[in-house]
């Protein structure tokens, strides 16, 4: 009843919108193509095209067979090539988890351009997380690799890691706000007067983290950093933010940055990604996190010591489509 070839037949009719220039465009006579289209509907009991002296249309049934026939066939047509990935150890699907200290749009869309010209029948799926959220998918989740884990050391034996980097800070307020009055150094009584802007950790099992904040200061949450360097741009509040974010703005004058009593130190960073399912694509992200490729270079921003080649890089990639 639903033979690929009377499927074609079918979208061939609806698509052309008649008998005759479905059977040109299918090479076949215009017989075949009204005999498979009557057999298509005497297996399925329905009424699939509305006929009349000049044309065909779809019924509403007709209408939802086209659709569920293009995805159907377009599975059947990509199944061979798809069995030998997955034969060839490259997995149906990978997700990836990323710190949001470490996220883009933009190298998020290089990275996925780049996995899905190599494995088109990979999906592909992306988390963004905050602090200790990004272990605790990692962990707890069915995540394959995560770009920017908090820490140097791994949490899990199941887990291998390679580090990123330190995320350097910088202690910042808006240009105008009132804590540039104060010449001499601020102390804890001048800062406590004033919210600390912090991006809320989503942890759900693991321990939550602060990440700044002094015994009885306000604190003001938001959900991520731009929201953060928006909030210290406005004046509501005073905090740490990435010096490769935030030297830009200061240079601008937008914001200003000034030492406080315990800077905040240096943040490590590493990728991190499953021993036991580590197939070709989650083999190949980590190679161009571990050769510096440019196909990467977008999460290492917030490293100020970064470097990264600004060509394509294949070395230590896998040759595996």
Same mark, same amino acid.
């Given at each position: 009843?639903?033979?690929? #070839?009377?499927?074609?037949?079918?979208?061939?009719?609806? #698509?052309?919108?008649?008998? &005759?220039?479905?059977?040109?465009?299918?090479?076949?006579?215009?017989?075949?193509?009204?005999?498979?289209?009557?057999?298509?509907?005497?297996?399925?009991?329905?009424?699939?095209?509305?006929?009349?002296?000049?044309?065909?249309?779809?019924?509403?049934?007709?209408?939802?067979?086209? @659709?569920?026939?293009?995805?159907?066939?377009?599975?059947?047509?990509?199944?061979?090539? @798809?069995?030998?990935?997955?034969?060839?150890?490259? @997995?149906?699907?990978?997700?990836?988890?990323?710190?949001?200290?470490?996220?883009?749009?933009?190298?998020?869309?290089?990275?996925?351009?780049?996995?899905?010209?190599?494995?088109?029948?990979?999906?592909?799926?992306?988390?963004?997380?905050?602090?200790?959220?990004?272990?605790?998918?990692?962990?707890?989740?069915?995540?394959?690799?995560?770009?920017?884990?908090?820490?140097? #050391?791994?949490?899990? @034996?199941?887990? %291998?890691?390679?580090?990123?980097? #330190?995320?350097?800070?910088?202690?910042?307020?808006? %240009?105008?706000?009132?804590?540039?009055?104060?010449?001499?150094?601020?102390?804890?009584?001048?800062?406590?007067?004033?919210?600390?802007?912090?991006?809320?950790?989503?942890?759900? !099992?693991?321990?939550? !983290?602060?990440?700044?904040?002094?015994?009885?200061?306000?604190?003001?949450?938001?959900?991520?950093?731009?929201?953060?360097?928006? +909030?210290?741009?406005?004046?509501?509040?005073?905090?740490?933010?990435?010096?490769?974010?935030?030297?830009?703005?200061?240079?601008?004058?937008?914001?200003?940055?000034? +030492?406080?009593?315990?800077?905040?130190?240096?943040?490590?960073?590493?990728?991190?990604?499953?021993?036991?399912?580590?197939?070709?694509?989650?083999?190949?992200?980590?190679?161009?996190?571990?050769? &510096?490729?440019?196909?990467?270079?977008?999460?290492?921003?917030?490293?100020?010591?970064?470097?990264?080649?600004?060509?394509?890089?294949?070395?230590?990639?896998?040759?595996?489509?």
């Amino acid at each position: 009843m639903l033979d690929p #070839e009377i499927l074609r037949t079918f979208i061939g009719v609806a #698509e052309t919108g008649s008998f &005759s220039r479905a059977a040109d465009k299918l090479c076949k006579t215009t017989a075949t193509i009204s005999y498979r289209i009557k057999l298509l509907e005497e297996n399925t009991g329905v009424a699939l095209l509305q006929r009349t002296t000049r044309s065909v249309s779809l019924t509403p049934a007709g209408m939802h067979l086209l @659709e569920q026939a293009r995805e159907w066939l377009s599975w059947i047509d990509g199944m061979p090539a @798809e069995l030998r990935q997955i034969n060839d150890g490259v @997995e149906r699907q990978v997700n990836i988890v990323i710190n949001n200290l470490v996220y883009s749009p933009t190298a998020v869309s290089r990275l996925l351009a780049w996995l899905t010209q190599r494995y088109p029948f990979t999906q592909f799926n992306f988390s963004r997380q905050i602090y200790m959220g990004v272990w605790d998918t990692m962990l707890h989740d069915d995540f394959s690799l995560a770009i920017g884990v908090t820490g140097s #050391e791994s949490l899990a @034996e199941t887990i %291998a890691i390679a580090p990123l980097g #330190e995320v350097k800070w910088l202690f910042v307020m808006a %240009a105008d706000h009132p804590l540039r009055q104060h010449a001499g150094p601020l102390t804890e009584g001048h800062l406590r007067q004033y919210p600390a802007i912090n991006i809320e950790d989503s942890a759900r !099992r693991l321990t939550k !983290r602060v990440a700044w904040r002094l015994s009885g200061q306000k604190e003001i949450l938001v959900p991520d950093m731009e929201t953060k360097i928006a +909030a210290h741009l406005a004046g509501v509040g005073v905090g740490f933010l990435p010096a490769p974010l935030c030297q830009p703005l200061i240079a601008q004058g937008a914001l200003l940055s000034r +030492a406080i009593p315990a800077m905040r130190p240096p943040s490590p960073l590493s990728l991190a990604w499953r021993k036991d399912q580590s197939g070709s694509a989650v083999q190949d992200i980590v190679s161009l996190f571990q050769n &510096s490729c440019a196909e990467i270079a977008g999460f290492l921003a917030p490293f100020s010591t970064a470097e990264y080649r600004e060509v394509g890089c294949r070395h230590g990639v896998s040759d595996t489509v």
